[in-house]
């Protein structure tokens, strides 16, 4: 068996979705990770359709456009963070056809829209830290996690209402002073997530 065949056998797009960070609400929905999405308006099952910018797919085309990656890449990523077993031999792609290289408007814009999903993700961390780590006791010592949240999340605020409401020199400037430092905080947020998804740190707060 294949490497797609055995990650779409074995994993819905909704356990690799909360596998990588996404949270999932009762009704399989969830805020969109491919647009600003404000409300929750991406039904994630088996595969994925959201109602708002029209991403649809099954699990190896959410991965694949969450990292953006190859099919094959995604594929086999997937496989790899589940550990399904599969044939290893090699692939037959169809030939891919030629890509016209992106405009700066286009570098921009991606660089932008990375720039909220990142910064709106670590906000949203930051508001979870200071709800499950918040003392219990006056005289508790204030865990790490919630004095970090208490101290940076009105920043976020911030930030984010300039790449909301802001003007366009204002939000260029802002992704290009951010930009290195998104890069690390979404590396952070994402071994933080899984580091808590498999530990269940927060879960007995």
């Known amino acids: 068996m294949n490497v797609f ?8 797009t909704r356990q690799a979705a909360e596998m990588y960070g996404l949270r999932i609400r009762r009704n399989n929905m969830a805020s969109c990770p491919f647009h600003n999405d404000r409300t929750p308006s991406m039904k ?3 595969r994925f359709h959201c109602f708002g910018c029209g991403a649809d797919g099954d699990v190896i085309d959410f991965v694949s456009r969450l990292y953006g990656i190859s099919s094959l890449k995604a594929a086999q990523k997937t496989a790899s963070d589940f550990g399904i077993s599969y044939d290893s031999k090699p692939v037959k792609t169809k030939p ?4 016209c290289k992106k405009s700066d408007v286009q570098i921009y814009a991606e660089a932008e829209q990375r720039c909220f999903k990142v910064l709106s993700d670590y906000y949203h961390l930051l508001k979870k830290r200071e709800k499950d780590y918040a003392p219990n006791m006056e005289d508790e010592i204030w865990h790490p996690l919630f004095v970090e949240a208490l101290q940076k999340k009105s920043h976020l605020e911030y930030l984010l209402d ?3 409401f802001g003007e366009i020199e204002e939000k260029a400037l802002l ?9 690390s905080l979404e590396q952070r947020i994402s071994e933080f997530i899984c580091r808590e998804a498999k530990t269940g740190i927060g879960n007995s707060q």
């Open 5 to 12: 065949d055995a990650v779409k056998q074995s994993v819905t």
């Open 44 to 46: 994630v099952d088996k």
């Open 96 to 99: 891919k056809k030629a890509v």
């Open 162 to 164: 300039i790449l909301v």
């Open 175 to 183: 992704v290009m002073e951010y930009g290195k430092e998104v890069a």
